[in-house]
């Protein structure tokens, strides 16, 4: 079977990645841009810091900012009315994953009607047309959607989030720039960073798999580890660093899919408006525990890319036991919350735990797995 591989057309990275918008979107013949951002990033100014690019490159946009942290398909629809009655001929996304998520909707919605029902696009779509070109702006190190092929919405109605994943979404050029990334609070630099670590992880024992990918997530878990807890001091390597190991996650993660972990999490989302970066963080733990005895010796390289020391020496219980431990201690490093206490009703858990079954990552998972089995994985951490 041939092993598919799917990355942006182009991408920048460094300090000032974003002063190449302007070039890239005149090297391409784009007329007007139609920009995703979220309120908070509009309020703060950081969405200011592409538009004064475009501005000063005599560049035409209009701004969408109806988009909220987990995105609706309301979010979506209001989108796609706004992208047609714009005149725009390209998407500018700029935020995490909730902006990105939401563009590459619009994006395949407007070169696909026939897909108009947002909830049709669930699962692998078979749309025919790629996207409307997509430029991507992260601002947080962490959920690299602009490097992906998956895009997740949320059914307000249902209570669920939808993860979609098409080719034809993946934007055509990423810009990642660490200076794009420099207001993160503390909170959202080490949710996000435990998304990306989570990425990584999930990617790296994942069904799917293979050498290639392998390559991808071992660096990143070995950027994430040394560098989280220097981007969460606002330390400008730490910054950088960060921006580069989120993203080569979202390099490998893309192409082989995920697992439990993000399945559990994306209920905890959709019900409770969770930040999926802590649902991941506080979950992944434990799902690697339960899903040790189906790794091989992958949990040794995990350790060893954390940095633990005399893996070489440990036996297949110690050095699985030392990955659970340093993903663990860098948790509680930069402050994650160490259970769901806090967050999930014990009512709650039996739809908690069918939605995670039902979700598109749990059959990438490297154990098969059961509602029975999600549900005492949440148990456990309440």
């Given amino acids: 079977m041939a092993n598919r591989f799917v990355l942006n057309e182009t991408s920048y990275h460094g300090q000032g990645a974003v002063k190449e918008i302007a070039a890239e979107a005149k090297g391409r013949g784009f007329g007007k841009a139609f920009v995703c951002s979220d309120p908070d990033l509009l309020k703060f100014g950081v969405t200011k810091k592409v538009l004064d690019v475009l ?15 987990n995105p609706t398909i309301e979010n979506v629809q209001t989108g796609v009315a706004a992208f047609k009655a714009s005149g725009a001929d390209y998407l500018i996304a700029i935020g995490g994953g909730s902006s990105m998520d939401t563009a590459k909707a619009i994006g395949i919605i407007i070169a696909n009607p026939d897909f108009a029902d947002v909830r049709s ?40 989030k939808m993860v979609c994943v098409d080719p034809k979404d993946i934007p055509v050029v990423a810009f990642v720039d660490p200076d794009m990334m420099s207001s993160m609070p503390k909170g959202l630099t080490a949710a996000t960073g435990m998304d990306a670590l989570t990425h990584a992880i999930e990617g790296y024992i994942t069904g799917g798999a293979w050498e290639l990918s392998d390559m991808f997530h071992l660096k990143a878990i070995e950027i994430i580890s040394r560098s989280l807890r220097a981007a ?32 559990m999490a994306h209920p905890l989302g959709a019900l409770y408006d969770t930040p999926h970066g802590v649902a991941n963080a ?9 899903n040790a005895e189906a790794t ?23 050095y699985r036991k030392a990955a659970v431990d340093a993903v663990k201690k860098l948790s509680e490093d930069v402050g994650i919350p160490k259970d769901l206490k806090e967050i999930v009703k014990a009512e709650d ?20 797995t059961s509602v029975k089995d999600i549900t005492a994985l949440y148990k456990s951490l309440i």
Avoid at 55 to 68: F, M, N, P, Q
Avoid at 234 to 257: C, H, I, T, W
């Fill in 55 to 69: 501005d000063g490159a005599g560049l035409t946009y209009e701004v969408y900012s109806d988009i909220k942290a």
């Fill in 121 to 160: 696009l669930e699962g692998v779509a078979p749309t025919t047309k790629k996207s409307i070109p997509l430029f991507a702006v992260p601002t947080t190190a962490g959920t690299a959607a602009e490097v992906t092929i998956n895009y997740v919405i949320t059914d307000a109605e249902k209570n669920r």
């Fill in 232 to 263: 969460v001091a606002n330390d400008p390597k730490g910054r950088e660093d960060m921006a580069l190991g989120q993203y080569v996650a979202g390099m490998g993660f893309s192409n082989v899919g995920l697992g439990i972990v993000h399945s």
């Fill in 282 to 290: 506080i979950i992944l733990p434990t799902v690697m525990e339960y």
């Fill in 296 to 318: 091989g010796d992958k949990y040794k390289y995990i350790a060893q890319a954390m940095g633990v020391e005399g893996t070489e020496n440990m036996s297949q219980e110690e």
């Fill in 349 to 368: 858990i039996p739809f908690l735990a069918q939605s995670a079954y039902d979700d598109a990552c749990r059959p990438g998972n490297p154990k098969d």
